[in-house]
């Protein structure tokens, strides 16, 4: 009963609109305050204990990293780098928009950072070249969901941290899926640029245009190679044992101002505390979601809730496919609905037990967790990435729909994929990583 209480606590909380955060905190309160003898110290040890890990320290400098490309030119010379690169294909702009975000993708980790960042450069270009301006920004969401599946990745922290897994294993088991989703979305791209003629290629003035403007490769190859560097300097450097994972962030933060204020020089003092606040402002954002999902765990634990949902599904099922799918079904209902981090610190600590006990590798759990939450950035009513793209192309959320919904296909399909096919995220983290299960 009290669990009942709790938990209806936490929804009216959000049918009120209190940011998910507050109203985790609000239902732990209440349930130490009126249904529990234990102090209420515990919800601030939870509040603590829950940050206070070297691993999150990943989490603030790639947030940074981020920030500075996007403050300074890093991320328009990653674009200017693929545009010259794909020459004349068709629909070259909207496939370099899937790429230069899988590569920002792997430098800031962050879903909404990529599409603000990439949709800013690119949607202009796009709505110039002849593309539909609700295409070109549906794509741009969907090609921001890489953020969370390809590392770095800010989700696969929060997971490793909760589940007690490895970050650079986790870092591995998403360039299976984050791979063949980005293949997919360049397909699809093609076919929509030749049905549709989007693009400079079908349009003789554009491409004379483009053609005038286009310089050398040695020139592109020089202003642009610093830009291009840094996820193989990070990712390169985790993985050939030069620095952990937290060292990689603070690396990559550091190279990424270095290259921003004496190569670039695209960024003054001024941009400095800019960067800080936003920095600061999603680092805290992250660090309270942590906070508060744990608190809330740990009451969870208290009215046995967790025990009670994994016996209540193993009771209609103890096949293993079939548990999986719901699994799936059910995260991405949460994506629609709850932040990405919250959902994993709620409900990791519920599923993991239920797929250890079915054999599934909780690292390949991690993947399909983060893939079905990087699925939620994409979809209403809560999907970040709409809202920001949104916001940039000043195209409402509805009109963008009717685009949306084959993406989103097309980004279901790769989770099945990989929900069914383990070594699509196993297989590195075995070659790679030394992984053994």
């Known amino acids: 009963m009290n669990a009942i209480i709790v938990l209806s606590v936490f929804v009216i909380a959000l049918i009120l609109q209190v940011p998910v955060a507050f109203a985790l905190g609000v239902s732990s309160v209440a349930y130490l305050m009126f249904f529990s003898k234990v102090p209420m110290t515990l919800a601030i040890q939870s509040l603590f204990t829950s940050c206070d890990s070297f691993p999150m320290l990943c989490v603030p400098f790639f ?237 969870l634990t208290m009215e046995q809730i967790p025990t009670t ?12 496919y079939l548990i999986l799918l719901f699994i799936n079904l059910f995260l991405l209902l949460v994506g629609m609905l709850m932040e990405t981090s919250a959902a994993i610190v709620i409900l990791v600590p519920i599923f993991l037990p239920i797929v250890k006990s079915l054999g599934v590798d909780p690292i390949h759990f991690g993947a399909i967790v983060v893939f079905n939450l990087a699925i939620g950035l994409c979809t209403p009513p809560v999907g970040l990435n709409l809202f920001v793209g949104s916001r940039i192309a000043n195209v409402p959320i509805d009109r963008m729909m009717k685009h949306l919904i084959p993406q989103i296909g097309i980004m279901i399909v790769v989770l099945m994929l990989m929900t069914y096919c383990e070594p699509l995220a196993l297989f590195l983290p075995k070659v790679l990583g030394g992984y053994t299960g």
């Open 63 to 299: 947030v940074m990293a981020g920030e500075v490309m996007l403050a300074g030119s890093l991320s328009q010379k990653l674009v200017d780098f693929f545009k010259y690169l794909m020459g004349s294909i068709k629909g070259k702009l909207g496939i370099i928009c899937v790429i230069t975000s899988a590569f920002f993708a792997a430098i800031s980790g962050s879903g909404a950072a990529t599409v603000a960042c990439i949709g800013g450069i690119l949607l202009p270009a796009m709505v110039k070249e002849g593309y539909d301006k609700s295409y070109s920004v549906s794509l741009a969401c969907c090609a921001g969901a890489l953020g969370p599946v390809i590392p770095p990745s800010v989700p696969a922290i929060v997971y490793a941290v909760t589940a007690g897994e490895s970050i650079s294993t986790m870092f591995l088991s998403g360039f299976g899926a984050g791979l063949v989703l980005m293949v997919l979305l360049c397909l699809y791209n093609r076919y929509m640029a030749v049905k549709h003629g989007y693009g400079a290629e079908f349009h003789p003035e554009l491409a004379e245009e483009d053609k005038q403007n286009k310089r050398s490769f040695w020139t592109i190859f020089k202003d642009s190679i610093w830009a291009v560097l840094i996820p193989f300097i990070i990712l390169g450097g985790i993985y050939g044992g030069v620095f952990s994972p937290t060292e990689a962030a603070i690396v990559a933060t550091a190279y990424a101002l270095i290259i921003s204020f004496f190569v670039y020089r695209s960024m003054k003092l001024k941009d400095l505390p800019k960067v800080l606040n936003k920095t600061v402002l999603t680092t805290g954002t992250i660090m309270i979601l942590m906070g508060c999902a744990s608190a809330f765990g740990r009451v």
């Open 309 to 320: 949902i994994a016996r209540s599904i193993l009771s209609l099922t103890e096949n293993k």
